[in-house]
Every structure is written in C-alpha cells, then in structure tokens.
C-alpha cells in the first residue's frame, strides 16, 4: 500500500472520508481503484444508504462542506452528475455543497475532528494489507466520543469518464448568488424531468459524430 513503492505492495488503499459533526462520528470508505467522482458519490450514497435513516430518519436536505480539489472538486462534471442521480433525485433530498476554496482544504473540520485523530493511532505503525489498515481506522476513538469506522470499496472505478453538455444541462443545480464557482444546491428531479433527462442525454448521443 506504500505510495512510493507500488511494485512491492499487496494493493493500493484509497480513503474516502465523510464526518458527521453533529453526532462525532466518522466513516472511511477503502478503495482500492482510483480515487475518482463516481467514488466520491458512491461513498456518500453509501452513507445515506446505510447511516443517514439511522440518525437523521427525517431528512429532506443534506449540507456537506467538501475539498475544492481531489475527486469531488467542484469543477468536475462527473462528480455534479452524480451527486444529482445518486443522492438527489435517489433519496430525494436538496443538496446543498459547499466548496473550501483553492489553498484552504486544510481548514476543512474533517482533517482535524477525523483524519488528524486517524493519523495519530497509525503514527509509526506501517499498513501491510487492508485488514491492518482498517484495524487502525475501527481503533480511532477520543475522549470526547469521536468514534470511526471503515468500510471496503472493490469495485474498480475508471478515469477520465466525460459527461455531455445536454446531460449536464438537465441537471437540477442551482449555483449560489455568492461564490458561484463553490457553492450550489442540487435539489431532486421529478420522475418526469429524470425521464426526459435520459432521453435527451440519448439523444445528443446519437447526434455525436463518429471519431
């Protein structure tokens, strides 16, 4: 897993990291593929999957800071598309993200509520196989509750995935008066709008010339 010698590691571990300040508790999610936007998006409808009815049953909006860079940057077309497909329109919830622009990811809460206490329990302690590196992550705790947890992602992720303007277009995104760039609210599509969406994004690929 070292990043710097790949040809001698059993595999190589792509964390995934969403923390929920409110209850003090953190989920890693483990690739082992590339760390791309459809991971991202995965990951979090993971999390809404399984932790969100556990503690928020009730819920119709989601706010999430997030990194200005890496796999849910803010420009990446992959990453606006499903969050709306898989989070929005899937669990019928209005998302709101907001972006920590370029240089100010370190001030983000996670690095220091998840990722920090995480570094401090495999300081010195070398991952051998993704069994080990878990066992640090479940052993992260502090004495004022946070607890973390971590789950294994195989599936195999590929990069460099293009999304076309029409199927961006039939987005439901709406970008803030404020910082337009950074901040935008995905909220979710009726069955109709997701319906004509597809048949469009179809359609403006059958129109695509050849190469």
Same mark, same amino acid.
């Given at each position: 897993m070292a990043r !710097?010698f790949?040809?001698?590691?059993?595999?190589?571990?792509?964390?995934?990291?969403?923390?929920?300040?409110?209850?003090?508790c953190?989920t890693?999610?483990?690739g082992?593929?590339? =760390?791309?936007?459809?991971?991202?998006? !995965?990951?979090?409808?993971?999390w809404c999957?399984?932790?969100?009815?556990?503690?928020?049953?009730?819920?119709?909006?989601?706010?999430?800071?997030?990194?200005?860079?890496?796999?849910?940057?803010y420009?990446?077309?992959?990453?606006?598309?499903d969050?709306?497909?898989?989070?929005? !329109?899937?669990?019928?919830?209005?998302?709101?993200?907001?972006?920590?622009?370029?240089?100010?990811?370190?001030?983000?809460?996670?690095?220091?509520s998840?990722f920090s206490?995480?570094?401090?329990?495999?300081?010195?302690?070398?991952s051998?196989c993704?069994?080990?590196?878990?066992?640090?992550?479940?052993?992260?705790?502090?004495q004022?509750?946070?607890?973390?947890?971590?789950h294994?992602?195989?599936?195999?992720?590929?990069?460099c995935?293009?999304v076309?303007?029409?199927?961006m277009?039939?987005?439901?995104?709406?970008?803030?008066t404020?910082c337009?760039?950074? =901040?935008?609210?995905s909220?979710?599509?009726?069955?109709?709008?997701?319906?004509?969406?597809?048949?469009?994004?179809?359609?403006?690929?059958?129109?695509r010339?050849?190469?």
């Open positions: !710097d790949r040809s001698q590691a059993v595999g190589c571990a792509v964390p995934h990291g969403i923390s929920d300040s409110h209850h003090d953190g890693v999610y483990v082992q593929s590339a =760390d791309t936007p459809a991971f991202a998006v !995965d990951n979090l409808a993971r999957q399984a932790e969100l009815p556990e503690r928020y049953p009730n819920a119709t909006q989601l706010f999430m800071e997030a990194n200005g860079g890496g796999s849910n940057t420009h990446e077309r992959v990453w606006k598309r969050l709306q497909t898989k989070i929005a !329109d899937a669990f019928r919830l209005t998302v709101t993200v907001c972006h920590y622009r370029t240089g100010t990811s370190g001030l983000n809460p996670i690095e220091h998840l206490e995480i570094n401090k329990t495999w300081a010195g302690c070398p051998r993704f069994v080990v590196l878990r066992a640090y992550v479940d052993g992260t705790k502090t004022i509750g946070l607890a973390a947890r971590t294994l992602v195989t599936l195999v992720y590929e990069t995935v293009k076309p303007d029409a199927e277009a039939a987005l439901a995104i709406q970008a803030h404020l337009t760039q950074w =901040d935008y609210t909220s979710p599509r009726s069955p109709a709008q997701t319906s004509q969406a597809v048949q469009e994004t179809i359609h403006s690929s059958t129109l010339p050849r190469k």
